[in-house]
């Protein structure tokens, strides 16, 4: 009888406690780019001394980060294809989509040029005198939102990149700073997102060849993992995560984050339609 007692007692008192610092937590699904960019790491500790909830991201591809939504594995997600943020959200896995940041892409590639595209601002004309060339170009063959952009860059160059890869166009199946780093040490070509590649050191001979055209525009949002698909979800410390981002306090942190006096990410949550 003591013994029930006892482990009753325990058990209100545990019920009773105060949410422990370490276990007021949320994670994040969202896209390499914004790990590798060296984003997360500026302003997320400002949100957490704010509100005093911490973030475990998992950077994945944006594909991938949203099949970790969809399990429920996430609180959050955080990437960067609207359309397939859009499919999410009709599946009835997300609440709402807000925009948050933008940047572009750009086409890195070796400053020897096999290809002679540097200074283009056509990245379709670009990625055609790549493939005419067969000069070596990096994927990252991983479902990302940079390989879905890619993919669709291809069908808007009009190349047929399944019929027209060869030993020139390699997949590698990881993210944003491993396809650098292939991209590096085998003077290839790659798409990629400004943000990481500012933020990239082992550039070997590799330069920015492509920018500017519109068509590299990049658009970033999060979304509440839906609570009524996956009862685990953090709803209250999600959603003041995301309230965050997009309020005042979060898009100042967004753009005052540079490197070398470059801006990274450019804030625009309120812009209708982003």
Do not use: C
Request: aromatic share 8%; no cysteine.
């Amino acid at each position: 009888m003591v013994t029930r007692r006892i482990v009753l007692a325990l058990t209100l008192l545990a019920l009773a406690a105060p949410v422990r610092a370490e276990d007021k937590a949320i994670v994040v699904a969202s896209t390499t780019s914004t790990q590798d960019s060296g984003l997360f790491g500026h302003i997320l500790p400002l949100f957490t001394a704010k509100t005093g909830i911490a973030v475990r991201v998992v950077a994945q591809g944006t594909g991938q980060a949203l099949d970790t939504a969809r399990r429920g594995d996430a609180d959050v997600v955080f990437v960067h294809a609207k359309a397939a943020e859009e499919k999410f959200l009709a599946e009835g896995f997300g609440v709402k989509r807000y925009p948050v940041m933008y940047n572009d892409f750009v086409v890195i590639g070796p400053t020897s040029d096999p290809a002679g595209i540097a200074g283009s601002k056509d990245v379709a004309a670009a990625l055609r005198a790549i493939k005419d060339k067969a000069a070596p170009f990096i994927s990252r063959g991983d479902k990302s939102g940079t390989h879905q952009t890619e993919l669709a860059l291809w069908q808007l160059a009009g190349v047929d990149i399944t019929a027209s890869k060869g030993a020139w166009y390699k997949e590698i199946g990881q993210g944003m700073g491993a396809a650098l780093n292939t991209a590096s040490a085998s003077n290839a070509y790659v798409l990629a997102d400004r943000g990481t590649w500012l933020a990239f050191r082992n550039r070997g001979a590799l330069a920015i060849v492509v920018e500017g055209d519109s068509r590299l525009f990049n658009q970033y949002g999060v979304m509440l993992v839906n609570p009524a698909k996956h009862p685990s979800v953090k709803q209250a410390w999600g959603q003041a995560f995301i309230d965050w981002l997009v309020a005042p306090d979060g898009q100042r942190a967004i753009a005052a984050y540079t490197i070398g006096g470059a801006q990274l990410f450019f804030p625009n949550a309120t812009v209708p339609g982003a």
